[in-house]
């Protein structure tokens, strides 16, 4: 039992650092998980072989009624509406669907003037002036030799987005299949983000103390999370996974929209500038654009994508913003110095959805999201590193405290606990309803003399060994203190406390024996003992040791004048 309280603080700290180690192999599996992701992204594509069809461009050889050529991803709209038609061959369709995708349009396909496919579907409000984009996998009837295809569409609201792409005839498996093999690269390191994501905002909420660096971390792991989602909305297997079209679309505008709140908090607190009011400007102004997002979808005024260019201005002045704080914290050179790469991160991170946002305008409705992924991956491993780094660096800032805290409560000759420790006990003792308690004070006689004798080196020893028998007769049922220089206390709790304390006495009484026939000091060791209960709403813990300070004296005064008489 010698050093009780060193071994339930190793036993803390070894689980702390257990706990430190799952976190950091936890979220370096995911980092190796990213890296893999983006080594591969170039050749990562589900493909399958189809012996018997080819899969043909389905954009051309359509015309309009009035016999000019017509590009579905280019339509053009009288009063809303318009038709467009081809002729098809049985060689051409067989095996085959009509596959496309559509995000703005009503319409009815026709296969010689018989109505094959109806695609007016129940638009509910949270959907605004928009279904999202929708996947159709159109099966063509069987018919012999030539037949006519028809489409007549009508338009939500015309843009550059109310159109048909990735028009194929194709066997609607294999389009399908190849629409989520695009994306799926996409999808897994977005799902990687979300994850790491996740465990960051854990890791900041349980390891950090200290405020700025709770907000850092958490905003870090809200600008994964919102990434994630952001980037995720755009894939296939986003809408597969909540079969409403509307759902990823809603989800894509509002992480666009709040994106800017983590990402300018996370510099403002890195940089120590939180209680600056551009912080705070940002914030309300991404809120404002949710709540406006929020009414437009309540109301059906108007679609929340015409709020797209004042989000893309919050996004371009929140990057701004990061720049020039970044720029402000170059003075503080010993934080950039150890945080470089996060830094560079950040800048890579801005810069690749800068690029997009760029992209996004120039190629309207032929735009995807490319640029930001590799962004994304190399800023999510960054973050990941820089996490682990600061998890262990909060651990061994903790694991000293400990220490410290520990080492004021221990003795350091004999390490026994001390007078700060038994103070504590002490209180916590008196405060326990219901608590009862065997106290023994003891005391080393002859002390003074063995100091004066022999010096203060086996006065030392004396004191050492006399612990140490202390600690093996009490230790075993309770815990034992130093409380000055030749004073111990030991106290034993629970039922049978008494009983213990009896044990403990005779213990002490023959580990003495032991010590003084063996070691054969040169004044033997001689502990004076004095023993009384303590029981919770009888007496108090001061009466208690009171009364065992007088018996300890009293047996004190039995072994000198016992030592006068030999």
């Not at 294999?174 to 695009?182: L, Q």
């Not at 660096?213 to 870090?220: F, H, Q």
């Not at 044990?503 to 502990?527: D, F, H, R, S, V």
Request: net charge negative; aromatic share 12%; with cysteine.
């Amino acid at each position: 039992m010698a050093d009780s309280d060193t071994d339930i603080k190793s036993g803390d700290e070894r689980r702390t650092t257990t706990r430190e180690r799952v976190y950091s192999w936890f979220i370096l599996g995911i980092v190796i998980l990213c890296i893999i992701l983006i080594i591969a992204h170039p050749f990562v594509k589900i493909q399958g072989k189809n012996m018997t069809t080819l899969d043909v461009n389905g954009n051309i050889g359509w015309i309009y009624t009035d016999g000019s050529k017509a590009d579905l991803t280019h339509l053009k709209f009288e009063d809303g509406k318009g038709i467009v038609s081809r002729e098809i061959t049985s060689v051409f369709s067989s095996g085959k669907d009509l596959c496309f995708e559509t995000s703005n349009l009503f319409f009815k396909v026709y296969l010689d003037d018989e109505e094959i496919y109806d695609f007016h579907p129940e638009i509910k409000f949270y959907y605004g002036q928009y279904y999202g984009d929708y996947i159709h996998l159109i099966n063509i009837p069987y018919f012999k030799d030539t037949g006519h295809l028809r489409i007549e569409y009508e338009a939500l609201t015309i843009n550059s987005w109310t159109c048909f792409r990735n028009v194929q005839m194709s066997e609607g498996s294999v389009y399908f299949r190849d629409g989520i093999g695009n994306g799926i690269f996409q999808f897994a390191l977005c799902f990687s983000t979300l994850i790491i994501g996740i465990i960051i905002i854990i890791m900041g909420c349980v390891f950090h103390s200290r405020k700025n660096g709770m907000i850092e971390t958490v905003s870090l792991g809200a600008v994964a999370i919102l990434m994630a989602c952001y980037l995720m909305s755009g894939t296939k297997i986003w809408q597969l996974l909540f079969m409403d079209s509307a759902m990823p679309r809603i989800i894509e505008y509002t992480t666009l929209t709040l994106i800017p709140v983590p990402l300018i908090l996370f510099v403002a607190a890195f940089t120590d500038r939180l209680q600056r009011k551009l912080p705070l400007v940002i914030c309300c102004s991404s809120f404002t654009l949710l709540l406006i997002m929020i009414f437009s979808i309540l109301t059906g005024l108007f679609d929340f994508s015409n709020l797209l260019g004042a989000i893309h201005v919050n996004l371009v002045v929140s990057m701004t913003l990061l720049v020039l704080y970044f720029f402000f914290s170059l003075r503080q050179e010993e934080k950039v110095t150890g945080n470089k790469w996060l830094l560079i991160a950040f800048v890579v991170l801005i810069t690749t959805g800068v690029i997009d946002i760029a992209l996004y305008y120039i190629q309207q409705q032929d735009y995807q999201i490319r640029v930001v992924n590799f962004g994304l991956g190399f800023f999510i491993i960054v973050l990941a590193l820089y996490e682990i780094g600061n998890i262990m660096e909060i651990n061994r800032i903790n694991s000293e405290a400990d220490t410290m805290y520990r080492l004021a409560r221990l003795d350091g000759l004999t390490g026994l606990a001390n007078r700060l420790a038994f103070d504590e006990a002490e209180k916590d003792l008196a405060s326990e309803a219901g608590s009862s308690a065997s106290i023994a004070l003891l005391d080393i006689n002859f002390l003074k003399t063995v100091n004066d004798k022999f010096g203060h080196s086996e006065g030392d020893r004396h004191i050492k060994n006399a612990a140490r028998i202390i600690n093996e007769s009490f230790g075993l049922y309770g815990k034992c203190y130093r409380i000055g220089g030749d004073e111990f206390v030991a106290i034993i709790r629970g039922s049978g406390h008494g009983s213990n304390m009896n044990a403990a006495k005779e213990k002490m009484t023959e580990l003495t024996n032991e010590y003084n026939k063996g070691q054969n000091p040169p004044i033997p060791l001689n502990i004076a003992c004095g023993v009384a209960s303590y029981e919770y709403g009888i007496n108090t813990v001061e009466e208690a040791e009171k009364l065992a300070d007088s018996r300890m004296y009293m047996h004190k005064r039995r072994i000198k004048e016992d030592m006068r008489d030999m």
